[in-house]
Structure formats: structure tokens, C-alpha cells
């Protein structure tokens, strides 16, 4: 009797399944972040010792940069390849890359991509690379990347 209580209990439970959890950047413009972010990120963050890491298994940063000179998609074979402009997969990568930021947030101030590299007089948190937003929530780059977190952003 109680073997047949026990399987009909692990039966029921089969039936359970999980929603999968909302793509962050189906919410986002990616022609706000290829004009408006990504020159920032590209700027401020893809050095070689910090996002510009190639992400393996337990190496490299969460944040992921692609830049011009710096870290490549693919291997270059001449200095012309790696100082090239970035290709769309590039572009579409670093895109994907920043917008994994946007998972699961309360609030959009509460993105990792505007709280890491604020001062933490600002609320930021301990950033490796010191605080970047050197003017706090009012610096032109902290703006900029907000915009495109609200779907406020534009192209200039």
C-alpha cells in the first residue's frame, strides 16, 4: 500500500515543468547599442586584461568585448585583420554579450552594467578596473548605456 502511495506521489510530480526565463534582449534595440553603447563598452572596457578576454571555462570576464586591435572573433592573420572593423557577428556578439546584463533585474538601476564601474560613493560595487562612471549616474557614458536599458536611447 505504501509502495503504491510512494509512486503515485513521484508520478504526479512528473508533470512539472518550468517556464523558460524571457531572452533580455528581445527587449532592446540593437542599433541603439551598435551607435550608442558599444563605443563605450568598446572604449572603456575591452582591454585585454579585463573584457577583452577570450571566455572559456572558468577564464575570462562575464562581460565579453570584441574590439578593433584587441580581442577578435576569430584568429587574425595579419595585423590588417585584427586592426579591421569589427564584423556583424562581432557586433551581434557584443550585443548579446551586454545584453545578458538585463536578466532578471528589479530595476534598471540595479544592471551590472551601470552599478560595477560607478564610484561607490555612487552605489557602485568593487570594480577590478576602478570605478569608470567618474561623474557618477550623471556621466554622459552611465546615461547613454541607461537609455538603451529603457528603451529611451537614439542614435545621434
Known sequence: ???????????????VQNAPAPDPA?????SVFDCSVQPILVRQCSYTACHGIAGTTGTGAPLRVYSPGK??????MT???LASPLTTDE???NFESAAAFGWDLTSVDDNWLLRKPLPSIDGGFEH???????????DPQYVAIRAWLTSTGTCP
Open 71 to 76: 580581442l577578435r572573433a576569430t584568429p587574425a
Open 79 to 81: 595585423i590588417d585583420d
Open 128 to 138: 577590478k578596473g576602478g570605478a569608470i562612471w567618474q561623474q557618477g549616474t550623471q
Open 91 to 93: 557586433q551581434h556578439a
Open 1 to 15: 500500500m505504501w509502495r503504491s502511495i510512494a509512486l503515485g506521489a513521484i508520478a504526479s510530480c512528473s508533470g
Open 26 to 30: 528581445a527587449s532592446l534595440s540593437e
